[in-house]
């Protein structure tokens, strides 16, 4: 795993996404060979104001050098590991999205730790 000059992790990152970033690189590393798994942005860039980066509970990942033919599987494994825990990931076209976001009927959620 290696994270794009420039990326800021912030004050207030939280443990989960440290998991999340953990399963993405696995699950990278299990389905390509030629490529790593790119942090792009966690708490930089340009996000909606209410975005979960901010709180140190969400990543995007670089898609750009995944084969066409590998990014279906890819996805549907990082979203199947990461799911049942308490994340969303979605396909943003040019970039895989993760944060944690807990929904309290998720089986394996864990409410996430307040910053302070």
Known sequence: MIF???VILGD???PHLVLAMWVADQTYRAHLVASECVITSVA???HGTNSLHYKGRAID?????IPPGVRPALF???RGRLRPIGF???DEGDHF???YDPHPTA???VPPVPPG
Do not use: F
Request: aromatic share 0%; glycine share 12%; net charge negative.
């Open 44 to 46: 930089d860039g340009k």
């Open 88 to 90: 969303d990931v979605i």
């Open 12 to 14: 207030q990152l939280s």
């Open 97 to 99: 999205h993760v944060e």
């Open 107 to 109: 089986p394996g959620a």
């Open 76 to 78: 549907a494994e990082l």
């Open 61 to 65: 990942l670089r898609t750009r050098e």
């Open 4 to 6: 794009k000059p420039g």
